[in-house]
C-alpha cells in the first residue's frame, strides 16, 4: 500500500489593512487627550466615551442624571453628523464613579431607546478624568 498524498500546502493571502475614517465632528465636545471622538471601519461606528461636557459653552451639570443626559445627546449629535441615529447603536459601555447612581441612570438610559435598547455593560470605576463627572458613556453603531 502506498502512503497518502501530501497535502497541499496552501498560502494565506495577507490581509488586506482595514480602511479607517475618524471624521471630524461640529457638534461633539473637543477630546480631551488624543484619541478621536468617532472612528469608522467595515460599517461599524465607535464613539469614544463621552463625558458630560456641552458641546459649546464647556459646562458640565452636577446631577449624574443631567450628566446621563447631555451625554446621550452629545452622543445623537455625533451620530446624526454621520446619518445615524440611536437605533442603530448595538452596544454600549457605561462607566459610573458610583454604581449606586445606576438606578438613576437606567431611567433617563431608557428615555433614549426604543423596545430594543443596545445590548450594554456597566462598569464602576474610580474616577473619571475630570472632578466632578461622575458617568462616561461610549458606544458603538453599525451602518
Do not use: C
Not at 17 to 22: D, R, S
Not at 55 to 64: L, Y
Not at 70 to 98: A, C, P, Q, R
Amino acid at each position: 500500500m502506498s502512503p497518502a498524498p501530501a497535502a497541499a500546502a496552501t498560502v494565506s493571502p495577507r490581509p488586506l489593512p482595514v480602511p479607517k475614517l475618524t471624521p471630524k465632528l461640529e457638534g461633539a465636545p473637543p477630546p480631551l487627550a488624543p484619541y478621536s471622538v468617532v472612528t469608522e471601519a467595515q460599517g461599524l461606528v465607535f464613539v469614544s466615551g463621552q463625558i458630560a461636557i456641552h458641546p459649546t459653552t464647556g459646562e458640565t451639570p452636577d446631577a449624574v442624571t443631567d450628566q446621563t443626559q447631555l451625554i446621550l445627546h452629545n452622543i445623537g449629535n455625533i451620530l446624526g453628523e454621520l446619518g445615524l441615529t440611536y437605533s442603530d447603536i448595538v452596544k454600549t459601555t457605561v462607566f459610573l464613579t458610583d454604581i449606586r447612581d445606576f438606578g438613576a441612570v437606567n431611567a433617563v438610559y431608557a428615555s433614549f431607546f426604543d423596545d430594543e435598547p443596545p445590548a450594554r455593560s456597566a462598569v464602576g470605576v474610580a474616577a473619571l478624568p475630570l472632578a466632578g463627572l461622575k458617568i462616561e458613556i461610549e458606544a458603538i453603531a453599525a451602518r
